[in-house]
């Protein structure tokens, strides 16, 4: 497949509560939020954006994810990990050439090793925040996802590599957004036919963090995390770009999923 096309994939869902996605609301209800992943074709190799959940996570959820199970349950099975489904649509591990982190929060880094030619692209503050987290974000992260030998990394300089463009030839760039995870970037996708797509990615959990309605359950930095919202709007106003949150239960269903796409 030589084509320019976005496909949009998920993981399964998390179950959380409404606060643990839009901060203080909910009253303790429950929520399940999708968990999204991408993969963009080309004709200069294909690029996973993020891979959802570790495979893993589909046999031994506490065993693989330890005590943050008691806040995000994972639901998913086996066949729903990111080399599965990509081989379910005729692509191989090795016809991967970027796996393109978002940032590393485990409900993102299921593709990292996976995908033996692939060059893995990460904010250098995220890749350094995730071996040494603060005390309420370190059950975001997964060491055995991220810490594997034998990666090929390329690591991204924050402000000084924004609109990092991947191919050279506008299709895919990098927009670095901060304050939810202190590396965290969101992804600009321009299509021949459909145009621009803001994967907001953690950034923008749901519409209403969009709208500036709700503050992120999970952060970082809050003023960060309001910033880079501004930012992306700024980006939206001047691209048209169509907005795909990135946890959405509600807009997601909206989106085509693979194996129909984008192109
Ligand atoms: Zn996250």
Redesign the pocket.
């Given at each position: 497949m030589t084509d320019i096309r976005l496909y949009m994939f998920q993981t399964g869902s998390l179950k959380c509560k409404v606060h643990n996605i839009k901060m203080n609301q909910g009253n303790g209800a429950d929520y399940e939020i999708p968990v999204p992943f991408f993969l963009l074709t080309h004709p200069d190799g294909h690029t996973l954006i993020d891979g959802g959940n570790a495979v893993e996570t589909a046999t031994d959820p506490k065993g693989y994810w330890g005590g943050i199970t008691d806040v995000y349950w994972p639901v998913m099975r086996e066949d729903q990990g990111c080399v599965a489904q990509l081989k379910k649509m005729g692509i191989n591990p090795e016809d991967i050439r970027y796996v393109l982190q978002s940032?590393l929060?485990l409900?993102?880094t299921g593709a990292i090793g996976r995908f033996p030619n692939a060059t893995h692209i990460v904010q250098r503050r995220e890749y350094e925040y995730a071996f040494t987290p603060d005390w309420f974000a370190a059950g975001?992260y997964i060491r055995n996802d991220f810490d594997r030998p034998g990666l090929k990394w390329e690591f991204l300089e924050g402000e000084g590599n924004d609109f990092y463009d991947i191919y050279g030839d506008g299709t895919l760039k990098t927009v670095f957004t901060p304050g939810?995870?202190p590396g965290h970037q969101s992804i600009l996708v321009t299509l021949p036919h459909s145009g621009s797509l803001l994967l907001t990615i953690?950034a923008a959990y749901t519409m209403d963090h969009w709208d500036e309605k709700a503050l992120p359950g999970?952060m970082s930095s809050a003023v960060e995390a309001v910033r880079s919202v501004q930012k992306m709007h700024m980006l939206v106003s001047r691209t048209n770009a169509q907005v795909v949150t990135g946890h959405d239960p509600d807009a997601w269903p909206t989106f085509r999923h693979a194996p129909e796409y984008y192109d």
């Open positions: 940032h929060h409900d993102h975001g939810h995870s953690d999970f």
